[in-house]
């Protein structure tokens, strides 16, 4: 995995992103010190989005709030 610069990868973003998009990793460092990694993103880790809102509803069931509305909820945080 190759290091560069912050500011090398500031500076040169586009050239480095084509380069991360045909599956290179870069580790991007301040002063020598690595900070962040640029790697490209797993797709196969790309959630469905229906799917997340299934699972969203499925969790809210067994959730309440006690009672509470979202506007008490909201009252309170103003205190």
């Given at each position: ?17 084509e380069?991360?998009?045909?599956g ?11 900070i ?17 809102i299934?699972e969203l509803?499925k969790?809210r ?14 009252n309170?945080?103003?205190r």
């Open positions: 995995m190759e290091s560069i610069g912050s500011y090398e990868a500031k500076t040169h973003l586009p050239a480095f992103l380069r991360v998009e045909k290179e990793e870069f580790v991007i460092t301040r002063h020598g010190v690595p962040a990694r640029l790697v490209p993103v797993d797709r196969d880790r790309q959630r469905d989005v229906r799917a997340v299934e509803k969790f069931l067994g959730h309440t709030l006690e009672g509470l509305s979202v506007r008490d909820m909201i309170e945080g103003r």
